[in-house]
Structure formats: C-alpha cells, structure tokens
Nanobody
Framework: QVELTESGGGEVQPGGSLKLSCSTS????????IAWFRQAPGKEREFVSC???????KYAEAVKGRFTISRDNRKRMVYLQMTSLKPEDAAVYHC??????????????WGPGTPVTVSS
C-alpha cells in the first residue's frame, strides 16, 4: 500500500521560508518519481516540482529559483525547501507519486496535504 504523509506547513510572512517534508512508504519509492503539487481554495491543482530516484528534477516556472526539492531514499523522505514565499504560494501542499517526473504526468497517489499560509 502506498502511503505519503506531509508535514512542515504553517504561516509565514511574504519573503519567509518553510521546509516541507513528505514521509513515504517503501512502496511509494517504487514509482519513478515523487512530486509536490498544491491546491489553493477555489483553484485547480497545480504542479510544483518532482524528483526521480536518479535525481532528475523539474520545477514549475512559478517556483523556479525559489523552491528546492530533494529526497533521502534511506529515510524514505522527500523535502521541499521553499524560500522567498509570496502570497500566491499559499495553498495546501501534497506530495504524490508519478510514473514519470513531469508537470503533465498524472498524480497516482497522494497524501492529505499540509497547509501553507503566506500573509503579512
């Protein structure tokens, strides 16, 4: 059974930083990629970033240069370091499995999410 659990969300001021963590089951790492996506109230799901076991990494244009994805296979963890946060980054962030690391590949399984609020 694939299980993913996010943590690390919270409220920050614009320009602040947060580091999100995704704890995965061993089966989740059998997939080719682990991704982060976000969903704000009333908006569609939005791809944020993905990473493969061979460290192929992709980012959405909106977060490129500000967010950094990484993974620790030994700990079965995937991280999303977010810096220079903007109000438009506010959303519930989910980690998910993909068969390929791509902004258009479907998300196959995902966790309950962790909320990020950016406000002054």
């Amino acid at each position: 059974q694939v299980e993913l659990t996010e943590s690390g969300g919270g409220e920050v001021q614009p320009g602040g930083s947060l580091k999100l963590s995704c704890s995965t089951s061993a089966f989740a790492l059998d997939y080719n990629a682990i991704a982060w996506f976000r969903q704000a109230p009333g908006k569609e799901r939005e791809f944020v970033s993905c990473i493969t076991g061979r460290t192929i990494i992709k980012y959405a244009e909106a977060v490129k240069g500000r967010f950094t994805i990484s993974r620790d296979n030994r700990k079965r963890m995937v991280y999303l370091q977010m810096t220079s946060l903007k109000p438009e980054d506010a959303a519930v962030y989910h980690c998910a499995t993909q068969n390929m690391c791509s902004d258009s590949a479907p998300f196959l399984a995902w966790g309950p999410g962790t909320p990020v609020t950016v406000s002054s």
